[in-house]
């Protein structure tokens, strides 16, 4: 009976340090899982719409997620702003995109793009904006989650290092299937490249300056029913650049989410 009993005892001992394993092994995963979901990207990576497919990098997608939203907010405000991007986007109409590196450089001829979404953003995360036009709220309710703030890149200057990752470690650039409308009264919609091979992603209407709303699938129907800006973030390949040979997404054609033959917006 003891021989019983202390078998019984080793088997219990045996399968509680077994289960106490499986737990501490949950846990390190589960653990794991919420640091490199809210980490990566310097917009955060956990806050994203839900999305029609899977993408390889979430907190790429996030990021390419504010910079549409950015882009939008600056759009919605600024006449010289809709001005600039029409007269570039009149130069490029068979692409209908533009190229961050382009709208952001110091000899742009986007100048008021320019100040304006680097006036935004800094007041997204430092809160420093003094002389912009816009006056639209930040990040109201219905906006992406996950806004600029946190540790993520320690005593780095955030700002500097969004910009960095959206000019120099990426190769992005701006599509405008419907092209940009001079109509203030008009809603902007803005949404990321789903990075796969997604019939659509979900995004953001932006229906008056303090009032967003998401939009559960921006998909081809999508932009045949609505005559607005719709800004769609993206990368591009380009072979000169090692950053941007998107080996990862290789079995994606970048260019063909919401590909399209509709005429740009008056």
Same mark, same amino acid.
């Given at each position: 009976?003891?021989?019983?009993? %202390?078998?019984?005892? *080793?088997?219990?001992? @045996?399968?509680?340090?077994?289960?106490?394993?499986?737990?501490?092994?949950?846990?390190?995963?589960?653990?794991?899982?919420?640091?490199?979901?809210?980490?990566?990207?310097?917009?955060?990576?956990?806050?994203?719409?839900? !999305?029609?497919?899977?993408?390889?990098?979430?907190?790429?997608?996030?990021?390419?997620? &504010?910079?549409?939203?950015? +882009?939008?907010?600056?759009?919605? #405000?600024? +006449?010289?702003?809709?001005?600039?991007?029409?007269?570039?986007?009149?130069?490029?109409? =068979? =692409?209908?995109? %533009?190229?961050?590196?382009?709208?952001?450089?110091?000899?742009?001829? +986007?100048?008021? @793009?320019?100040? #304006?979404?680097?006036?935004?953003?800094?007041?997204?995360?430092?809160?420093?904006?003094?002389?912009?036009?816009?006056?639209?709220?930040?990040?109201?309710?219905?906006?992406?989650?996950?806004?600029?703030?946190?540790?993520?890149?320690?005593?780095?200057?955030?700002?500097?290092? @969004?910009?960095?990752?959206?000019?120099?470690?990426?190769?992005?650039?701006?599509?405008?299937?419907?092209? *940009?409308?001079?109509?203030?009264?008009?809603?902007? +919609?803005?949404?990321?490249?789903?990075?796969?091979?997604?019939?659509?992603?979900?995004?953001?209407? !932006?229906?008056?300056?303090?009032?967003?709303?998401?939009?559960?699938?921006?998909?081809?129907?999508?932009?045949?029913?609505?005559?607005?800006?719709?800004?769609?973030? !993206?990368?591009?390949?380009?072979?000169?650049?090692?950053?941007?040979?998107?080996?990862?997404?290789?079995?994606?054609?970048?260019?063909?989410?919401?590909?399209?033959? &509709?005429?740009?917006?008056?």
């Amino acid at each position: 009976m003891k021989r019983i009993n %202390l078998i019984l005892a *080793v088997s219990c001992l @045996f399968l509680f340090s077994c289960e106490v394993d499986s737990i501490e092994q949950q846990t390190e995963t589960d653990a794991n899982f919420s640091i490199k979901s809210s980490g990566g990207s310097f917009l955060g990576g956990g806050g994203l719409p839900a !999305r029609s497919c899977d993408p390889i990098d979430a907190d790429f997608e996030h990021t390419l997620t &504010w910079t549409a939203y950015i +882009t939008g907010l600056v759009i919605y #405000e600024d +006449t010289a702003v809709i001005n600039e991007l029409r007269a570039e986007l009149n130069l490029n109409q =068979t =692409t209908k995109a %533009l190229r961050l590196t382009d709208l952001l450089s110091s000899t742009t001829s +986007t100048p008021n @793009f320019k100040y #304006e979404f680097e006036q935004k953003l800094a007041d997204i995360f430092n809160g420093t904006i003094t002389s912009s036009s816009i006056v639209c709220p930040d990040d109201p309710a219905g906006g992406p989650d996950d806004g600029p703030g946190g540790n993520v890149c320690g005593l780095c200057d955030p700002y500097q290092e @969004f910009l960095d990752e959206i000019l120099i470690d990426n190769c992005l650039e701006l599509y405008f299937p419907r092209g *940009v409308y001079t109509d203030h009264s008009v809603n902007i +919609t803005t949404v990321a490249h789903p990075l796969c091979n997604g019939y659509g992603n979900a995004g953001f209407s !932006r229906t008056s300056c303090a009032n967003v709303i998401p939009v559960g699938a921006v998909v081809p129907n999508y932009v045949q029913t609505h005559y607005e800006t719709i800004v769609v973030a !993206r990368p591009y390949v380009d072979l000169s650049n090692f950053n941007c040979y998107y080996t990862e997404h290789s079995s994606i054609d970048l260019n063909d989410y919401l590909s399209g033959s &509709w005429p740009l917006g008056n």
